[in-house]
């Protein structure tokens, strides 16, 4: 199967749309942080944890949810790359 060449219109509005997707899915990311932070939040007032623990979880879940954005950005990047290359 013979594919034509990806025109440089074409190749602009692929790359929006990766950049959508990516923007998507570190609102999903976020998402789950806030999720995380309520349930933390949740176990503190119901008094299964103490402050120091929910603390400690909250920078945790901090640092997992900027690992994952910094993920998203680098696949999202690299096809960026990819698709203004061909």
Do not use: C
């Amino acid at each position: 199967l013979n594919l034509p060449a990806l025109t440089e219109e074409r190749r602009k509005e692929l790359s929006k749309h990766v950049h959508a997707g990516g923007e998507d899915a570190k609102v999903a990311i976020r998402n789950i942080r806030r999720d995380a932070n309520h349930q933390v939040k949740e176990l503190l007032k119901d008094k299964q944890i103490t402050e120091d623990e929910a603390g400690r979880n909250e920078t945790e879940i901090q640092k997992i949810t900027d690992a994952a954005i910094k993920d998203v950005d680098e696949v999202v990047k690299a096809k960026e790359q990819e698709l203004m290359a061909v």
